[in-house]
């Protein structure tokens, strides 16, 4: 029973570039949460999104964020044109229809050079 | 709106010491409180739910809504403690999202 997936762990890009951070959630989850960890920060909440559906994104930056979780695949987060302020560990997270417990993953450290 | 406050950034004690790692909370409603830990560069890993009132790895949180509180306890700490320790508040039952306060990190010196 796999738990929380991401990939890649770890992500260099280049200011101006993309990154692309990919989240399976634990098998038979429907609901997925996106958080961002600065260094020597704590987690700030991004977004939670259902199957096809952003239900909350008030903790997504205005510009150059978008967040997906489409019906098939994994969930997406999306940074254009990454500035050296995003470079951060990104953690998604997945819970049930109970909502009881949420699994997270190991995290995406993003880079930005 | 909803807050968590986690006072100290920092906190260091000698193994076999006792631990309170503080917390506390802003919230009108009835919060759902939790505890995760993570291990250096780790997943977060659920460490206690006020809910359950159990006891893992000898850490313990009573919930006090008097003080919105929810201070976890050891009350002896061993090397393997030292961690970054994280209280988080969910307004209620079912999926939603968590708010995290801003963490503790716990080292234990032997």
């Known amino acids: 029973n796999a738990g929380v997936m991401q990939n890649p762990r770890h992500l260099v890009r280049r200011r101006g570039q993309e990154a692309r951070l990919r989240c399976s959630p634990v098998k038979g989850h429907s609901h997925v949460y996106w958080y961002r960890q600065l260094p020597e920060e704590g987690l700030k909440f991004m977004v939670y999104?259902?199957?096809?559906?952003?239900?909350?994104e008030s903790g997504m930056p205005k510009e150059r964020f978008s967040a997906e979780f489409p019906k098939e695949g994994p969930s997406i987060l999306r940074i254009q044109q990454v500035v050296r302020g995003d470079s951060a560990a990104y953690f998604c997270?997945?819970?049930?229809?109970?909502?009881?417990?949420?699994?997270f993953g190991e995290g995406s450290w993003l880079t930005v050079v | 709106a909803q807050r968590v406050t986690q006072p100290e950034k920092l906190l260091s004690v000698f193994k076999g010491a006792p631990v309170e790692l503080k917390c506390n909370y802003s919230y009108s409603g009835s919060p759902e409180l939790f505890w995760y830990v993570q291990y250096s560069r780790q997943r977060l890993q659920l460490l206690l739910r006020?809910?359950s009132r159990e006891s893992i790895k000898g850490f313990t949180a009573d919930l006090n809504k008097g003080e919105t509180s929810f201070h976890l306890k050891k009350p002896f700490a061993q090397e393997e403690d030292s961690a970054m320790y994280y209280c988080a508040l969910k307004s209620g039952s079912g999926p939603q999202k968590l708010v995290f306060g801003q963490g503790t990190r716990l080292t234990i010196n032997p």
């Open positions: 006020h809910i």
């Open positions: 997270a997945s819970s049930g229809l109970n909502g009881n417990t949420i699994y």
């Open positions: 999104l259902q199957k096809e559906n952003i239900i909350d």
